[in-house]
């Protein structure tokens, strides 16, 4: 859905009918930007700068300028290794939908986008790594790449030039590690989906070893629209240093979930009042997650904040993916946080033992404080435990995503755990009675 008041470009295909396919894309200026680059001779150091002076910022979750990366991309022609881009269409992060509605519905702005990357990056070869559940965005994006290749948009000698570049396909198999780029990259070479330790950087050493840039499914849906339009009109939208619209996925209590397209810079509140039609069932709103489930609670009372990078990182959170969940009165925080921990106890891939430990200690200790097992050390215990998982402690930022909303829970919520702690049992009615035990017995029994 999008927003009228504000304007938009990144779903504005998406409402015509049969938008995925390739006649509707190119009857609404479809492939514009890749003709006009390659027609007039655009240098690929062109479109990197363009890029870079337009300010934007990876839609992956950790806002990475996008031009920045793709300078990093050692000079084609000192390395002459092979090279390439990975689509990251893993879109593990739980609340998080917006690429799948981008792939099923404009595909071939999908393809577009990697194009001008490859193109600008001398890259002769992307792959598009798509989670196994997204079965119908795999088949939209995989009839797309056919159609293009029919009508000599993607191939040898695209459009006549002397740029030629193939798209390949992948489908992951449900692990949200493999949504971290290292891992992903480990996925796609057929092993498990071990991060890396970085460095080396995939710039440096990628896929199979080659240089390789990883970018989010939104970052290169963006890109045509800015070398169609230009920097100036990208950087017209959002704050200065959150230039352009972004996708906001918003689930849980609302009367109207979905994807919406905003200005980045807008307030969380009127995605949550405009877009969302509030609060379902009029309740008070207790607490958000403002960018997908690692970014952790913020209270009602910061529902004014404005959704862009800076401004969510000034209140100790992130923007993240753009996956707002909100959490109405009849929620239990602490129940939530023990959903979360479990889930990314269960995703952890072992390599570090602060992430492999830390989670199941988190999910043990939230569980007895859910089920009125809780000691008031337990507080000081969940924090000092999430300090030892992040930042920086591990391979990769999984346990960062684990300790962010613990961290949070604790700073925001402690009223809410400490109730827990003092009654013996969950205080917030509607939240399921005793949960059941862990999936799996914990291997430590956690003493304060
Ligand atoms: C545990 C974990 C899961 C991640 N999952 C995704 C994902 O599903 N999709 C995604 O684009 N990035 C994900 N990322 C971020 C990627 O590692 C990477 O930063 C991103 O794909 C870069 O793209 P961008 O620069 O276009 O944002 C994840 C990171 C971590 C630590």
């Known amino acids: 859905m999008t927003r009228e008041s504000h304007p938009t470009y990144l779903l504005d295909r998406t409402r015509l009918h049969d938008s995925h396919t390739l006649d509707v894309h190119r009857k609404n200026d479809g492939y514009r930007a890749l003709e006009t680059i390659l027609k007039e001779g655009h240098s690929p150091e062109q479109v990197i700068d363009l890029i870079k002076n337009s300010g934007l910022r990876g839609r992956g979750g950790a806002g990475f300028p996008t031009g920045l990366k793709w300078s990093f991309m050692p000079d084609a022609n000192k390395d002459r290794r092979a090279r390439y881009l990975v689509v990251n269409a893993d879109e593990s992060e739980p609340g998080t939908c917006k690429d799948r509605v981008l792939m099923e519905e404009d595909p071939h702005g999908l393809i577009e986008g990697i194009l001008i990357g490859c193109y600008a990056m001398r890259i002769r070869a992307a792959y598009i790594y798509v989670r196994g559940e997204y079965r119908f965005a795999y088949d939209r994006v995989a009839a797309a790449i056919e159609e293009a290749r029919r009508a000599n948009l993607l191939g040898k000698n695209i459009l006549g030039s002397t740029f030629s570049c193939e798209i390949w396909m992948h489908k992951g198999a449900g692990a949200y590690i493999c949504g971290e780029e290292t891992g992903l990259m480990e996925s796609l070479e057929g092993k498990r989906g071990h991060p890396r330790p970085k460095p080396p950087f995939p710039a440096g050493f990628g896929l199979w070893g080659q240089p390789t840039t990883v970018n989010n499914v939104e970052t290169l849906f963006n890109v045509p629209f800015i070398l169609d339009r230009g920097a100036e009109w990208y950087q017209s939208m959002g704050t200065e240093n959150s230039p352009g619209n972004i996708l906001i996925a918003i689930s849980g209590h609302v009367e109207r979930p979905g994807v919406f397209e905003v ?23 207790k607490a958000w997650i403002p960018g ?66 830390g989670t199941q200690w988190l999910t043990q200790i939230l569980h007895r ?53 003092r009654r013996g049992c969950c205080p917030v009615p509607s939240s399921p009675g005793p949960a059941a035990a862990p999936p799996r017995s914990p291997s430590v029994e956690v003493k304060a």
């Open 263 to 285: 200005p980045l810079g807008i307030s969380a509140r009127e995605v949550l009042e405009d877009c969302a039609g509030g609060v379902w069932k009029g309740r008070r709103l």
């Open 292 to 357: 997908g489930s690692s970014t952790g609670f913020l209270p009602a009372s910061e529902i004014g904040l404005a959704m862009d990078h800076e401004s969510l990182k000034n209140a100790r959170s992130m923007l993240g993916t753009g996956a707002m969940i909100i959490l109405d009165e009849t929620a239990c925080t602490v129940r939530s946080m023990e959903i979360l921990s479990r889930f990314y106890e269960h995703e952890s891939c072992g390599q570090c033992s602060q992430c492999r430990e």
């Open 369 to 421: 404080i859910e089920n009125g097992q809780g000691r008031m050390e337990d507080l000081d215990l969940l924090s000092s435990l999430a300090s030892g998982m992040a930042p920086g402690k591990t391979i990769c930022a999984l346990a960062d995503a684990a300790a962010i909303p613990t961290h949070s829970l604790v700073r925001h919520f402690r009223d809410e755990l400490e109730e827990h702690v």
